[in-house]
């Protein structure tokens, strides 16, 4: 029972190491790579209180060195599923039992151990499995994840704090339950935070989850299990299962108890999955939760007055950081006539300056893209693309998977502002220009606002205030993250909650009270001090 009303610690955005030659962190993670390349792990699913081998085992590779085993996952099956489903409904009554300063006090502390004894392995784990630099490892796997756990327990203290008024001789309060029923998380391969934070924001509200990470983050998804165990969470309250997709959802999205789901991948899917969940509506208890953040082809337009060099460098850094794999990815770009001379140059020369390799040389810029599946997609649209009249290759187009699946950034210069490679969504280090006249700059953000049907991020630049004022207006729902005068990645907790409207998602806002209240289902309660003891009102009387 509680005896006060608890303040938490007030957060503060985790400091990004530098990971600098001679530095402390980067001796430390230069000794953590090398101890988890030395050893092959056999990783169990995670439900209830047991790990869970099985007979199939799949490898993990490194993507840019494929020739390597770090280890391997038990393939688990429908069976696994349902106790899966079980165990979280099993862990629900006590864990939403659980008064919320304890809750809050596992994720704080989850923050703390990531930040300090986890952040060399949680940072390793993330660059061997999913082929991310020292720096994109720590900005995401440490950084943005110790950031949602710190963030959002202030989140919940601010969103419980919200109470009703109440008239004389009443109390009115409002009670924030978590859903009746399990949280199914689907989370993606390309950042760590993401695939934490979306079964940690519906536990901290005291739901319970089942979680099908993508294939591609297991080695680094284990990790995130050992630090929730460390932490302090209690058995079943998240439940980590590597099935197929279809062999889950078959399970999942037939049962009474499903109440949510936090999704994060194509849009596709998540299209499907909304459908199935809709056709079995009226099997649930309640009306499911369906948070979602899907694709994006991403832009950056510039004004005339832009400077081509803050320009080219947000270019160069919004479109190839971490291989293009980010949800944020600059993928399409229009520049005036007037500055692209120097603005091409720069970006040229940037792009030909970028080492590409393996994780473990931190000279690298840039390493490999996610799998094989990856790879040939994304190189047949550079192939297709030299083939194209309307389409010339400034920098970059070779790719080789023969050790690794590696791919040169290429930047695409188009003639025609709806080529392929200008519309659809490539998911990799493809940047597209569409180099316009500089007296069509309203007509090019029309164009900005139709060619994609997302709406996910996008950056303007330019100096002239009224040119800015003019884009913020006409590209007002082409993107839920907006940027003026820089990349359009690199959101922060706290401070650039992140998603996207349209075909981009359910735009619920990562790193906001926004995302939280998805998970809660309020009750209010009134209790009246003294009840009348007559039924009569006054207007009956004669």
């Known amino acids: 029972m509680s005896d006060a009303i608890f303040q938490v610690p007030y957060p503060v955005n985790e400091p990004v190491l530098s990971y600098a030659p001679g530095s402390p962190e980067r001796k430390e993670l230069q000794a953590a790579l090398k101890d988890l390349k030395s050893k092959q792990v056999d990783i169990p699913m995670y439900i209830g209180a047991e790990k869970v081998y099985t007979d199939e085992k799949v490898a993990m590779h490194p993507p840019h060195e494929i020739g390597h085993v770090l280890g391997h996952y038990s393939k688990g099956s429908s069976k696994h599923v349902k106790q899966a489903v079980d165990a979280a409904l099993a862990a629900k009554p006590a864990w939403e039992a659980m008064p919320w300063q304890e809750r809050a006090a596992i994720f704080l502390?989850?923050?703390?151990?990531?930040?300090?004894?986890?952040?060399?392995?949680?940072?390793?784990?993330?660059?061997?499995?999913?082929s991310k630099n020292a720096f994109q490892a720590e900005i995401d796997a440490v950084c943005e994840l110790a950031d949602f756990f710190r963030f959002n327990v202030a989140f919940m203290?601010?969103?419980?704090?919200?109470?009703?008024?109440?008239?004389?001789?009443?109390?009115?309060?409002?009670?924030?339950?978590?859903l009746e029923g399990f949280i199914f998380a689907i989370t993606p391969f390309n950042f760590t935070s993401i695939c934490a934070n979306l079964c940690a924001a519906?536990?901290?509200?005291?739901?319970?989850?089942?979680?099908?990470?993508?294939?591609?983050?297991?080695?680094?998804?284990?990790?995130?299990?050992?630090?929730?165990?460390?932490?302090?969470?209690?058995?079943?309250?998240?439940?980590?299962?590597?099935?197929?997709?279809?062999?889950?959802?078959?399970?999942?999205?037939?049962?009474?108890?499903?109440?949510?789901?936090?999704?994060t991948g194509s849009t596709g899917v998540f299209q499907y999955l909304w459908k199935v969940i809709g056709s079995n509506i009226d099997k649930y208890v309640s009306y499911p939760r369906v948070v979602g953040e899907t694709g994006g082809?991403?832009?950056?337009?510039?004004?005339?007055?832009?400077?081509?060099?803050?320009?080219?460098?947000?270019?160069?850094?919004?479109?190839?950081?971490?291989?293009?794999?980010?949800?944020?990815?600059?993928?399409?770009?229009?520049?005036?006539?007037?500055?692209?001379?120097?603005?091409s140059a720069k970006l040229k020369a940037d792009v030909e300056s970028f080492n590409m390799g393996s994780v473990e040389d931190f000279s690298n810029f840039v390493n490999a893209v996610i799998d094989e599946r990856a790879f040939d997609k994304i190189s047949n649209y550079i192939a297709d693309a030299k083939k194209d009249p309307d389409c010339e290759i400034l920098v970059?187009?070779?790719?080789?998977?023969?050790?690794?699946?590696?791919?040169?950034?290429?930047?695409?210069?188009?003639?025609?502002?709806?080529?392929?490679?200008?519309?659809e969504e490539i998911f990799g280090p493809v940047l597209t220009i569409h180099v316009y006249p500089d007296d069509q700059y309203e007509e090019i953000l029309d164009v900005v606002d139709t060619t994609s049907p997302y709406a996910l991020t996008g950056a303007v630049f330019a100096q002239d205030r009224a040119a800015v004022e003019i884009a913020n207006n006409k590209l007002r729902h082409s993107a839920g993250n907006y940027y003026i005068n820089d990349k359009p990645t690199?959101?922060?907790?706290?401070?650039?909650?992140?998603?996207?409207?349209?075909?981009?998602?359910?735009?619920?806002?990562?790193?906001?009270?926004?995302n939280l209240i998805r998970w809660v289902s309020p009750r209010t309660m009134k209790e009246?001090?003294?009840?009348?003891?007559?039924?009569?009102?006054p207007f009956l009387g004669e």
């Open 109 to 130: 502390r989850a923050a703390d151990l990531l930040a300090g004894p986890f952040r060399a392995k949680m940072n390793a784990a993330t660059m061997l499995g999913q």
């Open 157 to 178: 203290t601010e969103l419980y704090a919200q109470q009703p008024i109440s008239a004389p001789g009443i109390w009115n309060r409002m009670e924030y339950r978590p």
């Open 202 to 263: 519906p536990a901290m509200l005291g739901n319970t989850v089942v979680w099908k990470p993508a294939e591609t983050q297991i080695y680094s998804a284990q990790v995130i299990m050992e630090l929730f165990e460390a932490a302090g969470l209690p058995k079943g309250v998240i439940n980590l299962i590597y099935t197929d997709g279809p062999v889950a959802g078959d399970v999942i999205f037939e049962h009474k108890d499903f109440a949510g789901l936090h999704f």
């Open 297 to 343: 082809k991403d832009f950056v337009v510039a004004h005339k007055s832009a400077l081509p060099q803050e320009l080219a460098v947000a270019l160069a850094r919004g479109a190839f950081e971490y291989q293009g794999q980010k949800c944020s990815a600059a993928s399409r770009a229009y520049v005036p006539e007037g500055i692209w001379g120097e603005v």
């Open 396 to 423: 970059g187009g070779g790719y080789d998977k023969s050790e690794g699946y590696f791919i040169e950034p290429t930047v695409i210069v188009s003639k025609n502002p709806r080529s392929t490679t200008m519309c």
């Open 490 to 514: 690199g959101a922060v907790v706290g401070q650039q909650p992140f998603g996207g409207g349209r075909k981009s998602g359910t735009n619920d806002k990562a790193g906001s009270i926004l």
């Open 528 to 537: 009246n001090f003294v009840p009348p003891k007559d039924y009569r009102y």
